[in-house]
């Protein structure tokens, strides 16, 4: 049997970033990293649009979702975005930062692997090697393969979460979690298209590939969450920036409001276009503030089709408003685990000491990146957990 100091479960973000950041601590420490994926950092590589959007300078633990709001914090501290930063300029990688703090690649995310992939170059890396079992000994942890068995004093699992199943995502984390006693928040997808019913979709459908900045909220008073971005009209229902950050807070059978103007009163401005002698078409009069198509949508929809500006009375204008406005929308699904960025729930960090990342009730395996119940906001966030979790275990180990 081989014998390693430390066994890593996935080579995504988290697990090859735990590897060079044991490497970093201490060159002689022997680590073996397993993947059943052909190659490391698959989602690092589609990740950004190709550009890899690696992390946010606004990380705070207010950007983060999880039953535990406070958990992330521990480790988001002890490893902050210009720390990742600090590694990506001595590997000379350029970057941008495009909005929002969100930090890319100029060229591409597969420097990026490639730099996390030279820092663990110590490491044995085994692709093609899918994990069937673990099991606790006297010294440690034997992690059973379709190669073979392997022994390691430490075994970390970043085996990351149920999104994208194409690109190798399993419940393997999860199964690991359950057979150590660990508790589990139900995996849901999160950061993914939201699909509606016909009645939506008749207005959704033809205006598919349409985008525009709205503003998306869900819930109300001190627990809504606002996301004012890109929103995208989809053939089965819409997506975008804004929508994808909401779709992590919506649960099925709730209510989202898209105001589609968000910088605009349009009650207000319709009456005073109606003032300067409205003579024109209400579908003409609404595309001056948004795009032809759906302005023509909106009005067919509430029968305006034919009606003029003028002739409109003002409950009659206030209706459309809050159509654009106020849009109350309830979506019947998303678009599940094929298209989701990350996942929502995942091991339950009750279970979990929050400075190591190691779990309570079976000291030396450990549980980093996103196969934990901490999922970040769209714009780097998950990147910056998955750097700042294994840097956490990383230290610890
Ligand atoms: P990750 O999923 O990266 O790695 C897990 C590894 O475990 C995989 O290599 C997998 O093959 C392996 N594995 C799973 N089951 C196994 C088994 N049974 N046996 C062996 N190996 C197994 N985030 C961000 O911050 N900025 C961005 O720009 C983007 N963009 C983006 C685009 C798209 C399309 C997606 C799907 C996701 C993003 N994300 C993102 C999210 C980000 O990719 C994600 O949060 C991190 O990759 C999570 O890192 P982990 O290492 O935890 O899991």
Redesign the pocket.
């Known amino acids: 049997m081989e014998e390693f100091d430390t066994i890593i479960?996935?080579?995504?973000?988290?697990?090859l970033f735990c590897a060079g950041s044991l490497i970093a601590a201490d060159p002689g420490h022997r680590i073996l990293v397993?993947?059943?994926?052909r190659a490391?950092g698959?989602?690092?590589r589609?990740?950004?649009g190709g550009r890899?959007?690696f992390t946010n300078l606004a990380t705070n633990r207010e950007r983060f979702l999880s039953q535990n709001p406070r958990f992330c914090a521990s480790a988001l501290s002890g490893f902050a975005p210009g720390d990742f930063v600090a590694l990506v300029d001595s590997a000379r990688i350029a970057w941008h930062e495009k909005t929002l703090g969100q930090l890319f690649c100029d060229g591409s995310a597969r420097q990026i692997i490639d730099m996390l992939l030279h820092r663990m170059r110590s490491a044995v890396l085994r692709l093609e090697t899918?994990?069937t079992g673990i099991a606790r000994t006297d010294t440690g942890f034997v992690v059973t393969t379709g190669r073979g068995m392997a022994a390691g004093r430490q075994v970390v699992v970043?085996?990351?979460?149920r999104?994208?199943p194409k690109m190798?995502?399993?419940g393997?984390g999860y199964e690991i979690a359950a057979q150590f006693g660990l508790r589990l928040v139900t995996p849901r997808a999160g950061l993914v298209p939201l699909t509606f019913a016909e009645q939506d979709l008749n207005l959704c459908k033809p205006l598919s590939g349409l985008s525009l900045e709205a503003e998306v909220r869900h819930g109300s008073g001190r627990s809504a969450a606002t996301f004012r971005d890109g929103l995208l009209f989809t053939h089965r229902g819409l997506s975008g920036p804004a929508i994808l950050q909401i779709s992590s807070y919506w649960q099925p059978g709730e209510s989202i409001q898209v105001d589609l103007l968000p910088d605009c009163n349009l009650a207000a401005e319709l009456r005073a276009a109606r003032g300067q002698g409205g003579r024109v078409a209400v579908a003409t009069a609404l595309a001056r503030w948004l795009p032809n198509r759906l302005a023509e949508a909106i009005t067919a929809e509430l029968g305006l089709t034919e009606a003029r500006l003028a002739d409109q009375p003002n409950r009659q204008l206030d209706i459309l408003a809050r159509r654009v406005n106020e849009w109350q929308l309830r979506p019947v699904g998303s678009e599940g685990w094929r298209t989701a960025?990350?996942t929502l729930g995942g091991v339950d960090t009750r279970d979990l000491d929050a400075r190591s990342l190691q779990a309570r009730s079976a000291p030396g395996l450990y549980f980093i990146?996103?196969?934990v119940d901490v999922t970040?906001w769209l714009g780097?966030?998950?990147?910056?957990w998955?750097w700042a979790s294994a840097h956490a275990a990383a230290r610890a180990i």
């Open positions: 479960l996935g080579a995504g973000a988290a697990g397993l993947d059943h994926a490391p698959e989602k690092i589609i990740s950004g890899c959007n899918s994990v970043a085996t990351g979460g999104s994208i190798g995502a399993t393997l960025e990350v990146g996103e196969v970040g780097g966030y998950n990147f910056q998955a």
